[in-house]
């Protein structure tokens, strides 16, 4: 079990730890301890009992870096058994891929959808080459071109436009897959 007093707040840090409030904005400059307040805060609102039984803390950010720094910091604060029962840390992509699976149907996609999970990535990735180089490039290519408002032709047809034949048979296995 982790050593709870290692990371005790300061002056404005203990304000916001403690603070009643449901909303509550940090602002800081990087490096001052806003990971910390945030991991500090999660233990605090456990252990007053503020988070009723079987009730869990979201925690979202922005990047995977983000996600990972914070996960970890609540992971020395509560332990890793505590953290996983008590607090779901995610960036907005995973819980925004959570919210249309577990709603799927009422927004009218197929039964059983679901996105494809890195660990499909991976593999798929793996097939077709096994230059990490040109995984990395894949990935590049194929995540810029998805965050533009594409419909599934228009992308398809910018892909080829790439001349990249990686990114094209992986968008076409995925379309086979059917997992998204």
Avoid at 16 to 25: I, K, M, P, Y
Wanted: charged share 30%; aromatic share 4%.
């Amino acid at each position: 079990m982790p050593d709870m007093d290692t990371k005790k707040p300061r002056g404005r840090q203990q304000e916001a730890v403690e603070s009643s409030a449901n909303c509550l904005l940090v602002i800081a400059p990087p490096g001052c301890g806003k990971t910390e307040v945030l991991a500090m805060r999660a233990e605090h609102l456990l252990a007053s009992g503020k988070i009723r039984p079987n009730r869990r803390i979201l925690a979202i950010t922005f990047t995977n870096r983000a996600r990972d720094n914070l996960r970890s910091r609540l992971e020395e604060q509560l332990g890793g058994n505590r953290l996983r029962s008590s607090i779901l840390v995610a960036n907005f992509h995973e819980l925004s891929a959570r919210i249309v699976e577990a709603h799927h149907r009422t927004i009218g996609l197929a039964p059983g959808f679901t996105y494809p999970r890195p660990a499909w990535l991976r593999r798929a990735l793996s097939e077709l080459t096994s230059d990490r180089a040109r995984h990395r490039q894949v990935k590049e290519i194929l995540g810029s071109l998805k965050r533009e408002p594409l419909t599934d032709g228009q992308l398809v047809e910018r892909i080829r436009e790439t001349g990249n034949s990686d990114v094209l048979a992986l968008e076409e296995r995925l379309a086979r897959s059917k997992l998204y």
